[in-house]
């Protein structure tokens, strides 16, 4: 079911949607409560969840509270408290030597690449010392080169090395085949993130949490993060 407009109480569809604030508006009601200049993502500063303007955003005024006794005493009982919860999560977390992360595409296809390197690497090092196990045996200068044979059994022997496996290519995340499209100019603000512009074909999209998204450019092809509440749905 569509969800009804903040401003107006209309029914707002996907293709003219703006998701701000935690509510929904139409794009042309998504506007200053002043002024009521029509904002975007870009421009809009929100105060007690409505949007203004750059020019009627109200102002805060800060209030100053002198430390008195019982407020120096609520600082420090504060405080120890603070001591208190990092000490129990020192202790619990101390001897497990590891941090959960979680499990994105880039980090499964970064550890897609790591096993490949260290099977390549395995293999380089199998060739190195068979190539060292094949070198003939030199023998003690007291000993005739006549008085060592090999066994018999071990003269006529051949080794044929098992065929090395075939490296396939890193596979690309798995995709869910959804299309977006952007409503928004964006620049990547870090490097696993990705630029596009307004029009722009969003494909092979997967849904990360409810703020972000991962995809590829139809246009540029470059893929990677991008914030969900600047496409839509095609």
């Known amino acids: 079911m569509n969800p009804?407009?903040?401003?107006?109480?209309?029914?707002?569809y996907p293709t003219e949607k703006v998701n701000c604030l935690d509510k929904y508006w139409h794009k042309g009601c998504f506007s200053c409560e002043v002024c009521k200049m029509t904002l975007n993502m870009k421009n809009y500063k929100g105060f007690e969840k409505r949007p203004y303007c750059n020019a009627?955003?109200?102002?805060?005024?800060?209030?100053?509270?002198?430390?008195?006794p019982e407020n120096l005493r609520l600082k420090?009982?504060?405080?120890?408290?603070?001591?208190?919860?990092?000490?129990?999560?020192f202790e619990?977390?101390?001897?497990?030597g590891f941090s959960v992360v979680a499990d994105t595409p880039e980090l499964q296809r970064m550890k897609k690449t790591q096993d490949q390197i260290s099977n390549i690497k395995y293999h380089e090092d199998y060739e190195k010392k068979k190539t060292g196990s094949d070198a003939?045996?030199?023998?003690?200068?007291?000993?005739?080169?006549g008085a060592y044979q090999q066994p018999a059994a071990s003269q006529n022997f051949h080794y044929d090395p098992a065929p090395e496996p075939v490296r396939q290519?890193?596979?690309?995340p798995p995709s869910s085949g959804k299309r977006y499209r952007a409503v928004y100019d964006?620049?990547?603000a870090d490097d696993d993130e990705v630029s596009?512009?307004?029009g722009d074909v969003i494909v092979d999209v997967q849904q990360i949490d409810e703020g972000w998204m991962y995809g590829r450019v139809e246009r540029t092809g470059q893929q990677g993060m991008l914030p969900a509440n600047y496409v839509e749905a095609i």
């Not at 009627?56 to 008195?68: G, I, L, Q, R, S």
């Not at 619990?92 to 497990?96: A, P, S």
């Open 4 to 12: 009804l407009c903040s401003r107006c109480n209309l029914v707002v």
């Open 56 to 68: 009627h955003y109200p102002k805060t005024n800060f209030t100053c509270v002198a430390d008195t």
């Open 76 to 89: 420090q009982q504060s405080k120890m408290q603070s001591q208190v919860l990092y000490r129990e999560e």
């Open 92 to 96: 619990k977390n101390k001897g497990k």
């Open 136 to 145: 003939p045996l030199s023998l003690p200068s007291n000993i005739s080169p």
């Open 169 to 172: 290519a890193a596979a690309p």
């Open 186 to 188: 964006y620049t990547a």
């Open 196 to 198: 596009f512009m307004d």
